[in-house]
């Protein structure tokens, strides 16, 4: 048997490995898992896969919220008879509306912390704290914007017409 080595790829420990042979490439981990067939090409369109989740996400955060204001124009109704003033209702409305996307974001993160504690140390899983902050702040204005869109509604509600009168 001649005395020659064939390997796809060597790992080593050491920073400093120096190669021998003109035929044969040095890289550093990343780099190599970069190389790998497929990866980034998987890499992409889970980032696609995400960035579509967050944006069909937001929409029904949205509509959830204008659907739930909506519903409440009867109620507004029967505050505005009563002499309150429609600016205590729409500040009322957009508290509710933050404190329930503040809720549903803190529920969020702690059922995401919990299961990145028991899942099994070999499935990997990374939180970008750059893309977190940016899932956070789109939801809070996604939210706000679901409880702005009715706030003509309520400040025109005339309270006759919305209770049946």
Known sequence: MPDTFTASGIISKSADFKVNN???KTYT?????QKL???SAQNSTFAFM????????????????????????PNYAILRAQGVPARTLVKTTIAQALMLVSFGLILG??????T?????????????????????????LT???????P???????????????
């Open 151 to 165: 706030v003509r509604t309520i400040l025109k509600v005339d309270p006759v017409t919305a209770i049946g009168g």
């Open 22 to 24: 003109s035929d044969l």
């Open 37 to 39: 067939p497929g990866y």
């Open 109 to 114: 993160g702690v059922l995401t912390a919990v």
């Open 50 to 73: 995400i960035g579509f989740l967050f944006v069909i996400s937001l929409i029904v955060i949205a509509v959830f919220l204008y659907i739930l204001t909506m519903q409440k124009i």
């Open 143 to 149: 939210g706000l914007l679901g409880a702005i869109v």
């Open 116 to 140: 990145a504690r028991f899942m099994p140390l070999g499935v990997p899983m990374i939180f970008s704290a750059g893309l977190s902050i940016a899932v956070v702040i789109g939801i809070l």
């Open 29 to 33: 981990a990343d780099t190599f898992i």
